[in-house]
């Protein structure tokens, strides 16, 4: 109780605090206020006055400044999750910016009325990936509860037992028809199922044929699972709609560039299914969305169904994907767009980019050979050669976290009591500020 008595007034904190000058009074008052209460719950000793006031003024520079800040992606994980997925296209950004006030969204600027969301983009997705009709959502997250609810309330949807899986961030195929409403039967063995295996689950209560792509892990060995158009034939033949999620999707064959097969969205609609859906930030390389192509049947009662609303995306967002398919429509997709950029980057040039701010950096900074890997739940084990700065130092640990506070924050790896830079990550246009920053940096004192 006697402690509580050398807790300044709010007043004192308020009138001491350095941003009184160029921070409304109000919140100073709020945050002050927050302290002397932090203060009074705590059992330990009372800081001096002036402590006081330093901790008020940090409270109030933290809740003014955002923690999301741009970062020079130097992970080696091309398509970092955490890290906001695909970088996008200047183009693309470009986009955002001029769309980011007013915006002809929903309006359709020839008929001077209401427009449609979706008219931006419908025509290019059809002209790219050979379907009939298109649809774009939040994400393919969205994408599949949007599908399922539309189609697959109260009744029953297929899926093979090797496909019943955990996407990432708790996103599992079960859960997601069990809140859909729908019914899982689940068909086949982890490693094995067949086509026959689907026909023969069939009831009147089926509504689909889900297929799921394994994105983030790959089964070997004795494994099987029906070709794709094997699929569509069955639902066909029964009068039930085959719907494929194929995760990160492309519409560039990575196999040209060493990579394991991820599905090519373009064979995958020729394959017959009723509707595809894959995301935007993933392989394709554009902002953050859930994109459905498909039959136009099947995708109407997606547009007209009341999570539609809730699903739908922003401006900015619609701008930004316009941009990335015009990319992909001009046949300039590789150049534009970074995570092509990286993906196809030569091995040679990685090493002369690395050594080059090596030498600018002087000793103790290292070149060596890494793996990359795509990331973004997709390609599974695959690797990508690379080249890596290197700073080797006992504590790297102090190294990484000092280069996450600067401005843009640097996220690197730890290995061999190192910090390494894998160049594959980062785009060619930060080579300059990420050399500036590693040396006001770095040495370490
Ligand atoms: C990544 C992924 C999703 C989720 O996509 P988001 O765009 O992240 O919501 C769904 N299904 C598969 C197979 C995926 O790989």
Redesign the pocket.
Known sequence: MNRNRHIPSVEQLVAASHARHHVPHALIVAQARQLCADLRMSTAAIPEFSELVARLDVHITQLLTSSQRPVVNATGVLLQTNLGRAPLSVAAQQAMLANAAASSIEYDLDAGRRGERNQHVTPLLCHLTGAEAALVVN???AA?LLILAAHAVGREVIVSRGQAVE?GGG?RIPDVLRQSGATLVEVGTTNRTYARDYAAAITPHTAMILT??T?NFRLQGFVHEPAMGELSAVAREHGILHVD?V??GTLLDVTRYGLTAEPLVQTRVAAGADIICF?GD?LLGGPQA?IIVGRADAIRPLATHPLMRAFRIDKTTMAALHATLRSYAHGTAITDIPIWQMITADADHLQQRAQRLAHDLGHPWQVRPCQSTVGG?SLPGETLPSWALVYPHPHPEHITALLRQQQPAVVARIADHAVWFDVRSVLPADDDRLGACLRTCLPLT
Request: glycine residues 18%; neutral net charge; without cysteine.
């Open positions: 994400n393919n997250a599949i996407i996103f799921v792509h994105s999620d995760g990160s995301s993933k859930g739940g």
